[in-house]
């Protein structure tokens, strides 16, 4: 029991869950669990269930059956807002930024959602400069300082991912989920975002889904691979890189 009690809470809890679309199963049933603080990779070939997954945690998707823990309490089945409220932010594989703003407005503008829902919020005077101070300590958060008033659309396609990392962290959520954050960069660009992105898994739980294997296996705590939508391995690196059926499955000659 004592031992038990040691743990560290789950971020995240996966159980038994399922998605089919019509006749497709395409999740026939992953259970996963994803301790507070871990940096979780999730790897595995082209329409392997990658994405889906995201979308059911995310909410953009329920589970055909199945549960999803966040923090300890039920989320499947719930509204991406309702999620993200709960502390749960998700970025995407296509940069979701507003092209024809600034740095600083499209922070703002991440920024607002959370805290200016609530109109009592909005009652105090000093709500506008929390707002504006948040915002700048974002920007300096992400490396984006001297592009602070740079319409995002003229931002080179790294620093546009990097505005996009910024606005998923707005709003403080302990849980990320990161969708191919590197897809498009090139070799110094994806070096300069590893150490971006092990500097934003301070303090926070992430779960990445990213092709770039150098990535991965420098940067995660654990790794899953799913094949055919099923989990056939979770992981250290260690383990995954010596894992027969992995190698067997996905990795081949790259481990
Ligand atoms: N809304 C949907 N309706 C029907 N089928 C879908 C839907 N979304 C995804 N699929 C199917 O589910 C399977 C898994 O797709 P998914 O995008 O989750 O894979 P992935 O592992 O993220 O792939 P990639 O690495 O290429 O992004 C694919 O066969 C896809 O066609």
């Known amino acids: 029991m004592a031992r038990a009690d040691r743990r560290p809470p789950l971020a995240l809890e996966l159980r038994e869950v399922s998605k089919s679309f019509g006749a497709a199963r395409i999740i026939p049933g992953v259970s996963l669990t994803v301790p507070a603080g871990e940096f979780h990779a ?17 909410g953009r998707f329920a589970p055909s059956s199945g549960q999803i823990l966040l923090g300890g309490q039920p989320i499947e089945g719930r509204s991406p807002s309702v999620i993200n409220r709960m502390g749960l932010s998700r970025s995407f594989q296509i940069t979701n930024i507003f092209k024809n703003i600034s740095v600083f407005e499209n922070i703002r503008c991440a920024l607002l959602g959370p805290m200016g829902a609530a109109y009592s919020f909005w009652r105090r005077a000093s709500a506008w400069r929390e707002i504006t101070r948040e ?9 984006l300082t001297a592009r602070r008033d740079t319409i995002a659309g003229s931002l080179s396609y790294a620093e ?4 996009e990392v910024g606005m ?13 954050p590197m897809a498009g960069m090139n070799h110094n660009e994806i070096d300069q975002f590893s150490d971006f992105l092990r500097r934003i898994g301070e ?12 990535v ?7 790794i899953s691979v799913l094949v055919y939508g099923e989990l056939i391995a979770t992981g250290t690196p260690a383990e995954i890189r010596q894992d027969q059926r992995v190698r067997d499955a996905y990795l081949g000659a790259e481990a």
């Open 42 to 58: 999730v790897i595995g070939p082209n329409g392997a269930g990658k994405s889906t997954l995201f979308n059911l945690i995310s």
């Open 135 to 143: 915002t700048e300590r974002l920007i300096e958060e992400i490396g």
């Open 160 to 163: 546009q991912r990097l505005l």
């Open 168 to 180: 998923t962290i707005a709003g403080d959520a302990s849980v990320l989920l990161l969708d191919e």
């Open 203 to 214: 303090g926070r739980t992430v779960m990445m889904v990213e092709h770039d294997m150098n």
């Open 216 to 222: 991965v296996f420098t940067l995660a705590d654990r």
